[in-house]
């Protein structure tokens, strides 16, 4: 079956400091890959997705980064974090049609 | 932005009452849609899906209804628990049958237990 695994599950960093949230995917080849920011009480803001090993796609412009060095691996970057990337990451895969989630990441930025 | 919304951002129910939950979404062109369940702290879990060819499908004391013509979408959950409580999301596909599909997600919409 496959397993889709974030790091860390929660992390507090200093304005400024850089930024790697990694993802990664079990059990599948090839799968799509995402990432979603959640603000508190809101919704799935789509940043990046993936269709392939070296290939993504930003949906708006940030403070972020993707990457995808291997097939079933996406990182999540930033050289110097702002205030306003506080908040709840989520990656994702899909083969098909459905998106599953990983469990998330916890990011406040102090 | 998001074509998809909701009307009520937060619905409190009574325990063992049945839940409905909505959605409207914008673009004719969707073809499949998708209800999440969200906990607090977690991600969104898959609960049921349905395609445009389809106005009903049925789960595990879940329904979700389909209306193409006002481009409405609801979920329904029968005799409603405690574990039931967190945000629903609604999301489409935009479905072109290339990789480059994504899914567009709702604001979603709090559900509360009342014992």
């Known amino acids: 079956s496959q397993t889709i695994h974030q790091w860390p599950a929660t992390l507090v960093q200093p304005v400024g400091s850089p930024l790697s949230l990694e993802c990664t995917v079990e059990g599948t080849s090839n799968p799509n890959l995402y990432w979603y920011r959640q603000a508190a009480g809101r919704g799935l803001q789509l940043l990046f997705y993936?269709?392939?090993?070296?290939?993504i796609s930003s949906e708006v412009p940030q403070n972020l980064s993707a990457s995808r060095p291997q097939d079933r691996q996406f990182i999540l970057s930033s050289k110097k974090l702002l205030l306003s990337d506080s908040g709840f990451y989520l990656c994702a895969w899909s083969q098909d049609l459905e998106q599953y989630f990983g469990p998330g990441t916890r990011l406040t930025v102090t | 932005g998001e074509s998809v919304g909701l009307h009520l951002p937060t619905l409190s129910v009574q325990e063992g009452d049945n839940s409905i939950i909505n959605c409207a979404y914008s673009?004719?062109?969707?073809?499949?849609f998708i209800w999440y369940k969200q906990e607090s702290g977690k991600g969104p879990q898959f609960i049921i899906d349905?395609?445009?060819?389809?106005d009903k499908r049925q789960g595990q004391r879940v329904t979700v209804l389909l209306n193409k013509t006002v481009k409405h979408l609801s979920l329904q959950i029968a005799a409603t628990q405690p574990g039931d409580s967190a945000v629903y999301f609604c999301a489409e596909n935009d479905f072109r049958g290339n990789r480059d599909d994504k899914i567009i997600f709702g604001k979603g919409t709090r559900l509360h237990i009342l014992p």
């Open positions: 349905i395609r445009s060819n389809m």
């Open positions: 673009n004719s062109a969707s073809d499949y």
């Open positions: 993936s269709v392939g090993i070296g290939q």
